[in-house]
């Protein structure tokens, strides 16, 4: 709930015309429900996320949404991200990262990368 006011606020009160949810963990499933309630949001990028509270994930379409995992991921396994990324309707796109851990901390840099430019497209349009 904090998250759909927090999204509404930014459009009807601040003016932003465009708003991206990001969460990472138990923060994917939020921004994922979030996603799929709000005509506000624009993108939806979930990182690491467990698959409990994803059973929106269909309705975040069409809005974007982008799926971060790490293959060594110690806490959550990248099969909770394939699981939601089958789950989901386009458009959609999963991104794993070899030998990165559930902080994703190996792959920082390339991570960092690829979510900003995603957003950016995303918001762009």
């Known amino acids: 709930m904090d998250t759909l006011v927090g999204a509404e606020y930014l459009v ?3 003016g932003y015309g465009a708003v991206a949810l990001v969460g990472h963990s138990f923060g994917g499933a ?3 429900s979030a996603g799929a309630l709000s005509q506000t949001v624009t ?3 979930a990182m ?3 698959t409990y509270g994803t059973d929106l994930a269909a309705q975040v ?3 974007p949404l982008l799926l971060v995992h790490g293959s060594a991921d110690e806490v959550l396994s990248d099969a909770c ?3 939601i990324y089958a789950r989901a309707h386009e458009p959609k796109e999963l991104r794993l990262y070899p030998n990165c851990r559930h902080g994703l901390n190996e792959c920082r840099e390339q991570v960092d990368e ?5 957003l950016l497209k995303q918001l762009a349009q």
Do not use: E, H, T
């Open 12 to 14: 009807q009160q601040r």
């Open 30 to 32: 939020v921004v994922i």
């Open 43 to 45: 993108a939806v990028v």
């Open 48 to 50: 690491s996320s467990q």
């Open 61 to 63: 379409s069409p809005r």
């Open 81 to 83: 991200s394939r699981s």
């Open 114 to 118: 690829d979510v900003v430019g995603w």
